[in-house]
């Protein structure tokens, strides 16, 4: 009978798992609060001073609050993974879908859906807020590159989510997983830009980000640096997946 249970139910069991645990439905609405909030604050004090207030790309300054959001989307995707991995909560959830590939996917989908709906709503409310305070300097909707920032924005946060839930997955351990990625996605694209080159680039903050540039730099445009970044997401997510299939619960 559980092998049978429809894949609305499994995911509508996962949703479930996400509203109600607080840690991470409180990690995705900071995701939208930090973005917005930072932004909408740095704008507000030093954005009408001139016109690169925000950093020399104005379209990349309009969404300066996505490296404090970004770190609220690692944490959503390690939290709504990290349960099932604490407590026996993995044999519990394999009793009632013993497919542990259907399980699997069904997770993925409930931290995707949530995390693009939310990460749209920032990056319109992100962009409006902050541009608000911008007077003279403020860009509008009709500016090159402003509607593609916006829309990116909200699926390099989905992204982001996804590449933190497919690690916690693979390392069993959201702590673990929120250790090694945070600093790899704060620290690690400057180190990496040092020592090779322009390979900080292909690093995935640095990559997904350059959607949310007027003009590309180095090798990578707007939407194939959000194709790299979607890259790292789908390795993390295959790698975690092949741990859930061939590890014991």
């Known amino acids: 009978m559980n092998a049978a249970l429809p894949t609305v139910a499994v995911l509508h069991s996962e949703w479930i798992k996400i509203r109600s645990a607080r840690a991470v439905l409180g990690s995705l609405l900071a995701v939208f609060a930090t973005t917005v909030g930072v932004t909408a604050l740095t704008a ?12 020399e790309d104005r379209l990349l300054g309009a969404f300066f609050g996505i490296t404090f959001g970004q770190l609220a989307a690692v944490a959503f995707g390690a939290t709504a993974f990290a349960g099932e991995f604490r407590g026996g909560a993995l044999r519990v959830s394999l009793t009632a879908v013993p497919h542990r590939t259907r399980l699997y996917l069904s997770k993925v989908v409930a931290v995707a859906g949530p995390a693009f709906v939310v990460g749209q709503l920032t990056g319109l409310v992100t962009f409006s807020a902050g541009q608000a305070f911008m007077g003279e300097h403020a860009l509008s909707l009709g500016d090159p590159g402003v509607i593609r920032a916006m829309f990116g924005s909200g699926v390099y946060l989905m992204l982001i989510a996804l ?31 040092q020592v090779a080159g322009g390979a900080g680039q292909f690093m995935p903050d640095r990559a997904g980000q350059a959607v949310l540039r007027i003009r590309a730099e180095g090798a990578l445009g707007p939407w194939t640096g959000l194709g790299v970044t979607g890259l790292w997401a789908l390795v993390a997510l295959s790698a975690g997946w092949l741990a859930v299939r061939r590890r014991d619960a």
């Open 163 to 193: 590449l933190s839930a497919g690690l916690t997955a693979l390392a069993r351990s959201g702590t673990l997983a929120l250790g090694l990625l945070i600093p790899f996605l704060l620290i690690v694209p400057f180190v990496v830009g």
């Open 44 to 55: 507000g004090v030093v954005g009408t001073s001139q016109p690169g207030a925000l950093g």
